[in-house]
């Protein structure tokens, strides 16, 4: 049991129930999203739920029962959201929160069917994104569930990129799907010869149409593009054998074959003739860049329901463990706490708790993000249009001119009022184009991050929440399907892009000098609500900021032993652990910036009356848990990084000349406090030195770093009664009788 700490003030009533979540993730103002998420969740677990209980995964085929979902999709609205109001939607304006939404409703029951739900959208993204009006029109309205008095069937799609082994995986450039002329007629539209087979598609048992990357073949053909194949185009259309997989099977996923005959119009995003070649106007690069970098939040949210998902179940099962056994009486703290008298089972289930409020707060910071970045994306294009600005270099250097302004407007905000200038500050924040920089460049960090960090250490975390329900953990009649939903978390790790592919993107996003700048505010902000809300972790974190900001300057100019540069593009021992260890820091601000807003909002909702200051207290106190799992992962990386490139020495002359001196370390200890403490090798007199292998590097040129670290230490400070309290309240947290949706 966690001892009782005298500090805690009013506990944890209920778990969060929906008007919380909606101003945690800042949906409580938009009626529209609120009946997206009642209406997915009835299709969740209703359908859905009844259709894993009843053993529908047990199958790769598509079955009737997994079909009847789609109507329920059509029919709850789900199916439209992606699309606007003149397209069949009901959506006005940009729909990435929305979307994650609907992800995290499905996922919270089973991410198969989230997929499933959501596969058609991606399959029509390239269209919406990069395609032209036309195409869009033509799909979106082909896609959109029939209206009332509509007899029509919606069309399904299926986006196909990845190939047969040795071709497209991680490296998106090894096509080998190809696409030739097969006749081009004077005056007339120009028919491609398209030849592609795909690995793991999704939505390919029922696809009427395909969103398909393929290469050139001809020379009247440039470069790459992504091309839109019918069922019932000429030639061959084969959905190919179900991919035996072992997750996910609500969704529909096989290995196709086309050879297929289409006209060039299909070509996404059009072309132009230039010296009679046909040149595509996006490359499938592009498009791809353009197409992920959206979709992969929704993914990022659906291992972050499940965590989220996992926390009722287990307080069940832990509650009711011993209860109806001849030695526990009603009544007795066995009966009523069961598993929950023990401390260990308590705090697992809050480091649990705690990484799916990460999650969740980093996920959908994205998703919000993306809702700001698409407007301004196309406000960007205007006012570039509007400049003379063409693409390519003109572009890159003006868009270079526009960060060197994002950048001056973030050091400035960052003086005191009355040091810096005014008028200035106000200029650059009325500047659309800096706006633009500064959503762009953070959501190119936070959508990689949050794939990476919500999927990945999502999925570790996962398989602690079935632990935590034992032998049961791991049977299909698990409570919330949780043994389903550890697998699944792992194809979460994998599609649109597995780990390696988010940590190549971020270490080269987190690395723009703009971005860097955003960091350094962020850590200034982070003290400030330390100042205010002591307890939330955020001073644990904003130091945790600055080692990493630290770590990386150090990891950008340093040279490892024989000289080599670090933070180079192949070491990717440097920068995808230093992309690891931001996801840490990105997600543990994200919850603590949702905790604000709750504190914020909380009062004037009818929460205020509902316990809201225990729920503030038990949220805090998860930040608090949360950061500073947040500081000691980055701390440790951070640390590896920057001694572990040193070589180990051996006790030869050169190597004591870089050891303190024991008398030298004295004086130092009085001008840096715990300096004696960092050096862990120190000639004594007479040239004495510990009883070791050789002396480990020294602290010379690394005082800062040792100094940081060290107060990093330091900044734990309550953490573990942090975590203590937050057991607490789970051990006494008030749970409905049963779930929601059947086991
Ligand atoms: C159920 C399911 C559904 C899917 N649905 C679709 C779909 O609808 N459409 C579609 O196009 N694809 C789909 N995919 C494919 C999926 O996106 C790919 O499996 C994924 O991108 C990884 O490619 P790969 O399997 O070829 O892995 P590989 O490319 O072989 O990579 C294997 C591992 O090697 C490592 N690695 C690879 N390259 C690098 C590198 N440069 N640096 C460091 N490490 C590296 C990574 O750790 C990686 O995880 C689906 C897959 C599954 C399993």
Redesign the pocket.
């Known amino acids: 049991m966690a001892a009782h700490d005298p500090a805690a003030g009013e506990s944890l009533r209920t778990l969060p129930g929906d008007d919380v979540r909606q101003i945690l993730w800042r949906f409580a103002d938009r009626f529209d999203l609120q009946m997206v998420v009642q209406s997915t969740r009835a299709v969740a677990r209703g359908p859905v739920a009844r259709l894993v209980a009843s053993g529908g995964r047990n199958s790769h085929d598509w079955t009737p029962g997994k079909n009847e979902l789609l109507r329920a999709y059509d029919e709850s609205g789900i199916t439209a959201v992606f699309m606007d109001p003149e397209q069949g939607g009901f959506i006005e304006g940009p729909k990435n929160l929305a979307l994650a939404l609907v992800a995290f409703e499905l996922a919270w029951v089973d991410a198969g069917a989230a997929t499933g739900a959501l ?1 058609g959208n ?1 399959a029509l993204s390239p269209i919406h994104e990069r395609g032209t009006k036309a195409q869009a029109d033509h799909y979106m309205a082909l896609a959109a569930p029939a209206k009332p008095g509509e007899d029509r069937k919606p069309w399904r799609g ?5 190939e047969p ?1 040795p071709y ?4 998106t450039g090894m096509l080998s799907g190809k696409a030739t002329i097969a006749e081009w007629e004077e005056g007339k539209e120009p028919v491609l010869q398209i030849e592609k087979r ?6 390919m048992g029922f696809a009427n149409f395909v969103t398909a990357a393929v290469d050139s073949a001809d020379p009247r053909l440039k470069g790459s593009c992504i091309v839109i194949l019918e069922e019932g185009d000429p030639g061959t259309f084969d959905r190919g054998t179900p ?1 035996r ?1 072992m ?2 099977q609500l ?1 529909s ?1 096989s290995d196709p074959i086309f050879s297929l005959r289409v006209p060039a119009s299909r070509i996404v995003g059009g072309y132009e003739v230039k010296d009679g070649v046909i040149v595509p106007r996006w490359d499938h690069g592009e498009i791809i860049e353009a197409v992920f970098k959206r979709t992969r939040v929704g993914v990022a949210v659906m291992t972050a329901a499940k965590l989220l998902s996992a926390v009722e179940p287990v307080i069940r099962y832990q509650r009711g463990r011993f209860r109806g056994a001849e030695q526990t009486k009603p009544g007795s703290l066995r009966h009523e706490l069961g598993l929950q008298q023990r401390e260990d089972a308590l705090h697992r289930l809050t480091d649990v708790w705690a990484t799916g409020e990460a999650a969740a707060s980093l996920a959908f910071a994205a998703a919000r993000l993306y809702d700001e970045v698409d407007p301004l994306e196309r406000r960007k294009s205007e006012l570039l249009a509007q400049a003379g600005v063409g693409g390519g270099r003109a572009e890159f250097a003006y868009l270079k001119k526009v960060n060197e302004r994002a950048i001056e407007y973030l050091s400035l905000s960052r003086l005191p009022q009355g040091e810096r200038d005014e008028a200035r500050l106000l200029e650059l924040a009325n500047d659309e184009l800096v706006r633009f920089a500064l959503v762009d460049s953070e959501a190119g960090v936070l959508c990689p991050a949050a794939k990476l960090w919500c999927t990945g250490h999502g999925a570790t975390v996962m398989r602690e929440a079935v632990s935590l329900v034992g032998g049961y953990g791991i049977t299909e009649d698990c409570p919330g399907f949780l043994g389903h939903k550890w697998m699944d978390a792992q ?1 979460e790790a ?8 988010q940590r ?1 993107n971020l270490s080269v996003t987190m690395a723009q000098p703009l971005f860097l700048e955003q960091l350094r505010t962020w850590a200034g902000e982070l003290r400030r609500i330390a100042a205010a809300r002591p307890g939330t972790g955020a001073c644990t974190l904003a130091t945790a900021f600055r080692l990493w900001l630290w770590t990386f300057d150090h990891l950008t100019t340093a040279k490892d032993a024989n000289g080599e540069k670090l933070y180079v593009g192949p070491r ?1 021992g440097v920068t995808f652990r230093l992309a690891d260890a931001l996801c840490w820091l990105l997600a543990s601000r994200a919850q603590i910036l949702d905790l604000l807003e709750l504190a914020r909002r909380g009062p004037e909702s009818p929460l205020a009356g509902e316990g809201l200051p225990g729920l503030l207290e038990f949220l805090g106190d998860l930040c608090h848990v949360q950061a500073a799992a947040a500081a000691g992962e980055v701390g440790r990386i951070c640390a590896e990084l920057t001694y572990g490139y040193n070589r180990h020495p051996a006790w030869d002359s050169e190597a004591r000349s870089v050891c303190y001196a024991a008398e030298d370390l004295e004086a130092l200890e009085g001008i840096i406090s715990g300096m004696a403490g960092c050096a862990t090798d120190v000639i004594g007199e007479g040239g004495a030195h510990p009883d070791k292998a050789g002396p480990c590097a020294s602290c010379q040129g690394l005082h800062d770093f040792a100094a940081l670290r060290m107060k990093l230490d330091g900044c734990l400070t309550g953490a573990q009664l942090a975590k203590d309290r937050a057991a607490q309240a789970l051990s006494k947290v008030m749970i409905p009788e049963a779930l929601d949706y059947p086991a």
């Open positions: 596969a991606l299926a986006f196909c990129l990845t082994l497209v995986g991680v490296d795909g690995r793991f598609i999704t939505n991919t997989k997750v996910h969704s996923t194809l994998t599609y649109e892009g597995p780990e390696a592919v190549r990717q």
